[in-house]
C-alpha cells in the first residue's frame, strides 16, 4: 500500500496531531540555547504545508535528549517553542506536559493556531509503545502527520502505536518523503558502479548493514576505528587502536564471506601514542605497538578516491577518524571532497557524525541527499522499512 502524503490534503476546520524530530542540540552552558537548528529547519516545509492547507490547530509533538521517562527541564522544548514563534511568525503555546488538561481548552480556542507538546520523552509510556498513551496523545487531532524519520526506527508510541487511532487519516510529510525518494535509489535497484564507504567506531552497530550491502556494492570502503577489527582478524598489528574481541570476531565472520574480496580496509594510518596526542604517521597496514589509529593516511585516501571515481552510487556512513580534531580530519574531509566532486553520481550521506563532517567541510550541498536519520537511514537500507514508515503505509490494528 502506497504512503499517503499531507501536501494536498484538504485540511479545513481540522485539528492535526504531528510528530518531528526536534532533537536539536543545545549549548552545554546554557540549555535556552540551541546550537544547530537543522532539525526544526527541516520541519519548516511540512509545518507550513499544514497551516496553509486549512488546519484549525496543529499540535507538534517531539522528543528532545534522553530524559528516562522523567521530567528534566534541562530536556524542555522551550527553546524549540522561541525558535519555532520567530520562524513561522506566530505564537507558538509550550504546554505543561503531553497530558496537560488546558491542551483540550486551547483547541477550543480562537487564539494560537499552533502548540507543541512538551518533551514526549518526559513520559515513560512513550518509548513503551504504550497503547493509552497513543490513544490520549491521538484525541488532539482529526488527522496525523508523521514527518520524523530520525525517528521512525523506534516503535514509540507517537510514531508507531498512534497510528491505530487514525484509520485512513494518517499522512507523512515532506521531510519522509524526500528521505524514502532518497533512500529507495540505494536499496532498490542502485546504479552501477556502487560504492559503500563505512566508519564510525564498531562492526557490530554496522554488520546487519555490511551483510546486506555486500552484495551489491562493487566497492566496501572500511575506515575509522571499525576498520581495526578487520586488519586484526587478517592478522596485521593494530597496536593499542580501539578494538573489541567481539567485533574481531564479527570481522572475521565477514571476511569469510564469498563476497568478502570487495572490501577494501586502510593501507596506512595517522597514529598517536595517546587519544588525540601528537599525530605520528605510519605508511604501512601495521601499526608499532604502542600506538593507535585515529584516522586514514594518504595513500589510503587517494585509494578510496581511486575506487569511488567512476561510482554512479555512492552511500557514506560514518568518518574515517576523529575528524573534530584537526590533526585527524583529512581522511574523512578527503572522501567529503572526492565525493563532493562526482557530478556524475548519486551521493547520499548518512549518520550523525558523517553529517556534521560535511557540514563542517562546507560541503554538504555538494552532496545529492545528507540523510536526517542515522539509525533509521542504516536500518531502512538493511530491511527497506521502518517499523514508522511500515504503520504509516499499512496501519495499526
Wanted: overall charge negative; proline content about 3%.
Amino acid at each position: 500500500m502506497a504512503i499517503q502524503y499531507i501536501d494536498s490534503v484538504d485540511l479545513t476546520e481540522k485539528n492535526v496531531v504531528a510528530r518531528f524530530d526536534f532533537n536539536v542540540p543545545l549549548d552545554k552552558n546554557d540549555s535556552s540555547k540551541i546550537t544547530d537548528t537543522t532539525r526544526i529547519d527541516n520541519a519548516l516545509e511540512t509545518i507550513r504545508t499544514i497551516l496553509d492547507n486549512g488546519a484549525q490547530k496543529l499540535v507538534l509533538i517531539s522528543h528532545l535528549g534522553r530524559p528516562k521517562g522523567k521530567v528534566n527541564k534541562k530536556f524542555s522544548l522551550e527553546p524549540v517553542a522561541t525558535y519555532l514563534a520567530e520562524k513561522l511568525g506566530e505564537d507558538v503555546v509550550l504546554s505543561e506536559s503531553c497530558l496537560d488538561r488546558g491542551i483540550k481548552t486551547l483547541l477550543t480556542l480562537n487564539e494560537s493556531r499552533v502548540i507543541l507538546l512538551e518533551n514526549v520523552r518526559f513520559h515513560a509510556e512513550e518509548t513503551k509503545n504504550d497503547r493509552d498513551f497513543a490513544r490520549k496523545l491521538s484525541e488532539y487531532g482529526d488527522v496525523y502527520v508523521n514527518d520524523a524519520f530520525g525517528t521512525a526506527h523506534r516503535k514509540h508510541s507517537s510514531t508507531f502505536e498512534i497510528n491505530a487511532f487514525f484509520k485512513r487519516n494518517a499522512y507523512a510529510g515532506s521531510l519522509i518523503r524526500k528521505e524514502l525518494e532518497a533512500l529507495d535509489q540505494i536499496v532498490e535497484k542502485p546504479k552501477s558502479p556502487f560504492v559503500a564507504i563505512l566508519g564510525g567506531a564498531k562492526v557490530s552497530d554496522k554488520i546487519k548493514v555490511i551483510e546486506s550491502l555486500l552484495p551489491t556494492v562493487s566497492h566496501l570502503l572500511i575506515g575509522g576505528a571499525m576498520a581495526y577489527p578487520f586488519l586484526k582478524a587478517k592478522g596485521y598489528e593494530v597496536g593499542t587502536s580501539l578494538c573489541s574481541d567481539e567485533d574481531v570476531a564479527l570481522a572475521t565472520k565477514i571476511l569469510k564471506e564469498k563476497t568478502a574480496h570487495k572490501i577494501e580496509l586502510p593501507h596506512d594510518h595517522i597514529a598517536s601514542k595517546e587519544f588525540g596526542g601528537e599525530p605520528i604517521e605510519v605508511s604501512q597496514m601495521n601499526m608499532s605497538e604502542d600506538v593507535m589509529g585515529l584516522d586514514i593516511g594518504p595513500k589510503t585516501v587517494q585509494i578510496f578516491s581511486e575506487k569511488l571515481r567512476g561510482a554512479k552510487t555512492v552511500l557514506w556512513n560514518g568518518p574515517m577518524g576523529m575528524f573534530e580534531n584537526d590533526n585527524y580530519n583529512k581522511g574523512t574531509f578527503g572522501v567529503a571532497q572526492t565525493l563532493a566532486e562526482m557530478e556524475n553520481a548519486f551521493t547520499l550521506v548518512g549518520g550523525g557524525d558523517s553529517v556534521s563532517a560535511v557540514n563542517q567541510a562546507g560541503l554538504a550541498d555538494k552532496m545529492s541527499h545528507v540523510s536526517t536519520g542515522g539509525g533509521a537511514s542504516l536500518e531502512y537500507i538493511e530491511k527497506s522499512t521502518l517499523p514508522g514508515i511500515h504503520a504509516l503505509r499499512f496501519g495499526i490494528e
